[in-house]
Structure formats: C-alpha cells, structure tokens
C-alpha cells in the first residue's frame, strides 16, 4: 500500500507526549515566520499527512512519530502547510524570499534556471514549463492523482526537493512518459544523503563543487560528457544509450564506470591537496553532484544535441519533439 492510500488509523498514532511535541513545533515556527497565518489545528492536520507519507514511503520510511519528528525539516513543513492552506505570505517566502543553497538563488530564479537548459531557444515553452508548474502544487493533473506539494513528506528541504520535482518532470515530460504526472514519485527523487560528519563544514561542499566544475569543463572529453549527458539528463538506460551511438551496451557500461572513477579520483586529489579530513566522498556526491551536473554548459541540452549533431545522430524522438506550448 502506498503513502497516498495510509488512512489514519493505519499508522501510529502520537502520544500525548509527541502531541505536546507538536504544539512546541508549531509555536517555535510561528516565532520564526510570524507573518505566516496559519492555525495549530491546520498545521497539525496537514503535519499528519506528512508523516502518513513519511511512513509509508518505499526507501527509509518513518517508523514512528519521533524518528519522524527527528528528521523533519520543521519549518519547510510548516511553509509547507501554510501553502496548501492558500496562506499567501507563503508564498511569497517560498518563492521569492527562501534561497536555496550556496548558490543564495530564489526557488523562482532556480526553476526559471533548469527551464532554460530543458528547452534551450524556446521561451515560450520556458514560461509555460514554470507556470504550470505553479498550477500542479495545488491542483491534480488527473482525477486519479494528488497535486504535488501534498506528496512532499517533510523529511527533505523543500526548495531543493520542488526544483528536483520540476526537473524530473520535465525529463519525463520530454521522453513522452509523464501519464498525466502519474510517473512521478516520491522515491524517484534524487538519493537522501546521510547526515553530514561532524567536521564536514561548508568549505568542503564548495571545494567539492570547484573540483567537479573543473573536472567537466577542462579534464572531461567530449565522447565522455556526451555519454554522461544521455544518461544523466535524458535518462537513457545503458542499452537505450549504446543503440543510439551504435556501440555494445558493456561498452557503454565499462566508459561510464571508467567516467565515474576518473572524476572520483580527480576530485579526491583536489581535497587531499586542501587537506581535507575525510574520508567517504559519498556524502559530498549525494549533496552536491547533482547540482554542479544541471549548471554544466557542456551538458546542456543544446550541447548535446550539437554534439550528436557532428556524429550524424540526433537524440530520439520523443526527447527532441517536445510540444512547443503547453
């Protein structure tokens, strides 16, 4: 049974301890954005939801409300709640006053942004991709499935895990394999990195992203990127990707696994060079990698295609003939 079809008296109920808990939490968020007009009873309400998802989700699923509670990211939840209560201070911070990341980029900014690289020389289809995007958080694409922003489970921040959304649907959009939004799920998302170690401070992160940046634009060859962008941004699967350039599919499987080890070693070298203190980069990978891969010219959508371009190929239909319009 899936997160959507838990009821509330299949999973746990709170304790009259967590539910004190709860009454803290939505105090300590109306402290934080007093602004935001939202009732302890609607907050509570749509908290509950939130954990029905969280416990009922496919990969690391809560199994209690104070493991859930450990893990909530509070104060996205609350602007969360606020939102699908139609609070219109929100809003307002959700879209233009919240930054993401180091990047300090407004969530509007971030998916006006990936917009671009999905439909490069097509503003229209730019604007469209964006505004109806607006639309989905709120109200269901089909009458057999639930309006975006009440999927979110309140265990990842959720400036970052919108912009994942908007990206993944897009691909999927692109590749003629949306269903009506039915395709996209909570755990088709990007992996939940583990917590952070205790001496990962922020200058890691970004050494990390000035060593991946370096490792694309200079170190990276042509034939490896436009194997990487097949994969990362299209989607392909291995053998999707060794029909189209007309190689075996181990092949493809032996260059990607090479790829991956060149740019782990690469970056490795740059942190030792700074001292890092590490010694599992996985973590910095989960964080950082998938953001440094969208904001990488040479893995842009018409980078690609140029690319194929000089080979005598094009990337399949149903990834080049997106609609030019909602």
């Known amino acids: 049974m899936t997160s959507t079809q838990l009821t509330a008296e299949e999973f746990p109920q709170p304790s009259p301890k967590v539910r004190s808990r709860l009454t803290l939490l939505y105090h300590f968020n109306r402290v934080q954005v007093p602004e935001i007009t939202l009732s302890e009873a609607a907050f509570v309400h749509r908290l509950w939801a939130m954990f029905g998802r969280a416990y009922g989700r496919k990969t690391e699923p809560v199994s209690d409300w104070d493991e859930f509670l450990r893990r909530l990211h ?4 609350f602007v969360a709640a606020a939102c699908l209560e139609g609070d219109e201070d929100a809003w307002q911070l959700l879209l233009f006053d ?3 990341g180091g990047a300090d980029q407004r969530l509007i900014d ?4 990936r917009a671009v690289r999905l439909y490069p020389g097509n503003e229209e289809r730019q604007n469209s991709a964006v505004e109806d995007f607006w639309g989905s958080l709120l109200v269901s694409d089909s009458p057999d499935s639930i309006p975006l922003l009440q999927r979110y ?5 959720l400036g970052p895990w919108l912009v994942t959304v908007f990206q993944n649907r ?3 959009l692109l590749r003629g394999r949306h269903h009506h939004g039915q395709a996209l799920e909570e755990d088709d998302l990007l992996p939940e990195p583990d917590p952070l170690p205790a001496d990962a401070s922020p200058i890691w992160h970004e050494a990390f992203r000035e060593a991946a940046r370096e490792w694309l634009a200079h170190i990276a060859d042509a034939e490896e990127l ?20 007309g190689v075996h599919e181990g092949t493809v499987s032996r260059r990607i696994k090479s790829l991956a080890q060149k740019c782990r070693e ?6 030792r060079q700074m001292d890092w203190p590490g010694d599992d980069l996985d973590r910095l990978l989960y964080a950082e990698m998938a953001e440094v891969l969208f904001e990488e010219p040479r893995l842009a959508a018409d980078a690609l295609a140029r690319q ?14 997106a609609p030019s319009s909602a």
């Open 74 to 77: 509070a104060l996205d939840a």
């Open 98 to 100: 919240a930054r993401l």
């Open 110 to 113: 971030a998916l006006r942004s």
């Open 153 to 157: 489970d309140g265990l990842r921040p």
């Open 170 to 172: 897009h691909v999927s």
């Open 226 to 245: 436009l194997l990487l962008g097949l994969l990362w941004r299209y989607r392909l699967s291995q053998r999707e990707a060794a029909k189209l350039l």
């Open 266 to 271: 690469f970056i490795v070298e740059r942190l």
């Open 308 to 321: 194929l371009h000089r080979l005598g190929k094009s990337i399949p239909a149903p990834l080049d003939n």
